[in-house]
């Protein structure tokens, strides 16, 4: 999701690193000055953390394979105002040390990668976690919420790629969100699955996994809930901005999008589009709104399939 | 004349649960170079924090450890972190600067050290450990042998009075430990080093300190407790190669 | 390892390496957001961006070959993100433009990046006041990044040497305990990191 430069505008940049840095600012103040000094050498080594997981390849299909983002991740470790300064790290380094992510655009990166994810994501594991306090609740909103970040970090991108005139609103929006609806969720796996294997290793480095009540029906009704609101979000959003180009143009150029999509892009997108609702934006919220939904309901899938006592048990479902 | 370390009834235990020194007194005079040894979890880097007050987490109102007389307590505490230079086992978890420049003048720059007295105590240190010319090189890229050089040079730039060494030369190879500890026997400084290389122990200290289970078992001239076959294998040790030719029962 | 030799070249001797790593900085940020100001159609502002770029790299004295591969590397990116721009009205046009842009800014920030060590561009941003608490990490980082590269590297051969099923699920699950013991690994060494700064009288 690295933009590099020559995309954006300067409006759009300046835009960007106009809303990033006052973020970046209030998490630099709330850490100086909450920080115990001996936790400041973990803030560097999560940050090198970060850049070696992303260079761990993970196998999807067909020979491609993909890497863990990690801000949501950071945020659950160290909570979210340390995670922004992680990240930010990071993204300065691949900036300048790799030349990866543009120099003019890195305003527009720190929002959706440092910013938007970050406290996104965690915004959306907070409020989970209020709801299923227990062990199973911690990776059902782990799962969740990495996914939430991604896909909210490839609408800010969509948002800045329309708003600097690279693509029209109608098809980089669908193209980004529906692409990292699905990037998403390997997010997720990889994320619950590290932060098992912390629990599993040093469960004091999860501060978050401490609580273990049972959680009442009502608190899981809530969650669904919020899940649900989620989904909402995803699906309003393409309707709810001014988009630059209308409607009308999207349904002009659909036919023609149909042809191109498939080769420009990974190909498990096409899947996504369903045909014959007339708009791609319409689409994408109809996607969105499933995906959501579907995505909480497999964080659940996989809490309940990673819990699984350690002797199998043929049919019935795992007790906790 | 004060002794350079002295400790009065150390005490510590981890958590609640089991005794990680028990007791331990000792004196330590200026310009010595002893060595402490015992098996693996005797104690000794657990003591070796306590030299600078690492350990324990909340400094105790009756100090037991004093260096050059003063005692250490909250108040000294910046003080004898100074006067207490620390190498640690991994130099990789020392050596936490970009470049080899920035990581020698890490500690004096601490001190408020800055321009050209900068400079000079890191060319200093520098040459004291025969690595002139490193400066702009990065850690990462030196051999480990080099890299325990660096670390004891980033030591020396704060000018110590006691030097504390926790397994200098685990895993360097023959030369390495060589040039090591030629750097180590020269020093005037006073020092205390942690080892399980009875053979360094030997060649480097005048007297040693025998810790196991957190306990002080023996003390005294080095070859004579090398040489006690029965107190070393008893707690987990060996007399050293280089004390077998030396005296042929 | 391939990310062991990025900055092979920036501690080389050359006219460029010289230059104060303040002064590339800005003249590289000047360029790269006069790319982004000018016109679309202001070719030979394009044209004397890349002829100036064809020198730097000339001066510099590092492999065009190295630079041009670096530069392939970040490329489909690009490509991939252009080509959006292809679905629009005189896209095709809008895209070589698009490409144009990106590629020479690229081009520029590798020149930079490989002519100006890291540790040099921080001291310049620390004094144009990047906040202390994050120089302290970016230190860090760059110190650790690749110690932790080459630890996971190291237990993911020691993990392979005890493994005879292979299966994506398999792989996926032990990639993610990996990372997991390496945050914990992490974690730990930040705290002997932390006893080693205190030792020389940081606090």
């Given amino acids: 999701m690295h933009i590099p430069d020559g995309f954006l505008d300067l409006k759009t940049a300046a835009t960007s690193a106009g809303l990033s840095l006052p973020a970046f600012w209030v998490a630099l103040k709330r850490l100086q000055r909450t920080l115990p000094r001996r936790r400041v050498p973990l803030l560097g080594l999560a940050a090198a953390f970060v850049f070696a997981a992303q260079m761990l390849n993970f196998p999807v299909a067909g020979g491609t394979s993909g890497h863990l983002m990690g801000g949501v991740l950071v945020a659950i470790l160290l909570g979210p105002s340390a995670a922004l300064l992680v990240l930010t790290a990071v993204l300065l380094v691949q900036c300048l040390l790799f030349a990866d992510g543009g120099v003019l655009a890195f305003g527009a990166n720190l929002l959706n990668m440092a910013v938007v994810d970050v406290l996104g994501g965690y915004t959306v594991f907070v409020g989970l976690r209020h709801l299923l306090p227990n062990r199973r609740g911690l990776l059902v909103a782990t799962a969740f919420s990495a996914w939430a970040g991604i896909v909210f970090a490839s609408m800010s991108c969509a948002v800045q790629l329309a708003a600097a005139g690279v693509a029209p609103w109608g098809l980089v929006f669908p193209a980004m969100v529906n692409i990292h609806i699905l990037i998403g969720v390997g997010e997720g796996l990889i994320t619950t699955l590290v932060v098992l294997a912390i629990a599993q290793a040093q469960p004091d480095l999860l501060p978050s996994c401490k609580r273990d009540t049972t959680p009442s029906p009502l608190r899981h009704l809530i969650a669904y809930g919020l899940a649900l609101t989620v989904a909402l979000v995803v699906f309003v959003a393409p309707f709810a901005s001014k988009a630059p180009d209308g409607l009308e143009r999207v349904a002009a150029t659909l036919g023609f999008a149909h042809h191109t999509v498939p080769s420009l892009l990974p190909a498990p997108m096409s899947d996504y589009q369903i045909p014959g609702i007339g708009s791609a934006l319409v689409a994408t919220g109809v996607t969105g709104f499933l995906g959501t939904v579907l995505v909480f309901a497999l964080a659940h899938l996989l809490a309940l399939r990673l819990l699984k006592p350690p002797l199998p048990q043929a049919g019935g479902a795992p007790r906790l | ?249 | 390892m391939r990310t062991l030799a990025l900055d092979a070249y920036s501690r080389l001797d050359s006219p460029l390496h010289r230059t104060t790593p303040g002064l590339k900085l800005l003249a590289a940020l000047v360029t790269v957001v006069g790319l982004a100001a000018v016109p679309t159609t202001a070719w030979w502002f394009f044209l004397a961006v890349a002829t100036g770029l064809a020198m730097g790299t000339l001066i510099s004295a590092i492999p065009p070959g190295f630079l041009m591969r670096r530069l392939l590397l970040l490329e489909p990116l690009v490509l991939g993100v252009a080509g959006l721009a292809l679905l629009q009205p005189n896209g095709l046009n809008a895209m070589i433009v698009l490409v144009v842009r990106s590629t020479l800014s690229l081009m520029t920030m590798l020149l930079l990046t490989n002519t100006t060590p890291f540790a040099e561009l921080l001291r310049v941003l620390r004094r144009v006041g990047l906040p202390e608490l994050l120089v302290t990490t970016l230190h860090l980082m760059v110190r650790y990044l690749f110690v932790l590269v080459q630890e996971s590297e190291r237990m993911r051969r020691a993990r392979r040497s005890r493994t005879f099923v292979t299966g994506r699920r398999l792989a996926w699950r032990s990639s993610a305990t990996l990372l997991g013991q390496l945050f914990v690994r992490s974690s730990e060494r930040a705290n002997r990191i932390y006893a080693a700064m205190c030792a020389r009288g940081w606090q």
């Fill in chain 2, 1 to 249: 004349m004060t002794a350079a370390v002295r400790l009065d009834k150390l005490h510590y235990r981890y958590g609640r649960e089991q005794v990680a020194l028990h007791e331990i007194s000792l004196t330590i005079e200026a310009g010595e170079c002893v060595g402490l040894i015992g098996p693996n979890g005797a104690g000794k880097s657990t003591l070796l924090m306590h030299l600078n007050g690492f350990l324990p987490e909340t400094l105790p109102l009756t100090p037991a450890i004093f260096i050059d007389g003063e005692p250490l307590c909250t108040a000294t505490l910046p003080k004898i972190r100074r006067h207490v230079g620390v190498m640690f086992q991994d130099p990789d978890d020392q050596l936490f600067c970009p470049t080899v420049f920035d990581d020698v003048a890490f500690g004096p720059t601490q001190f408020g050290l800055t321009g050209a007295a900068l400079q000079d105590v890191v060319t200093r240190a520098l040459t004291k450990v025969r690595l002139s010319g490193f400066e702009q090189r990065s850690p990462h890229h030196l051999s480990l042998g080099e890299k325990r050089r660096v670390c004891l040079a980033g030591v020396l730039a704060c000018d110590p009075k006691v030097l504390v060494l926790d397994e200098p030369t685990s895993d360097l190879d023959p030369r390495g430990k060589r040039e090591l500890l030629d750097l180590l026997h020269h020093l005037p400084t006073t020092r205390i080093v942690a080892s399980h290389d009875l053979d360094m122990v030997a060649a480097l200290c005048s007297r040693v300190f025998v810790l196991d289970e957190g306990r002080l078992i023996a003390s005294g001239n080095t070859h004579e407790v090398l040489a006690n076959e029965a107190l070393m294998l008893a707690h987990g040790l060996e007399k050293p190669h280089s004390l077998r030719h030396q005296h042929p029962h």
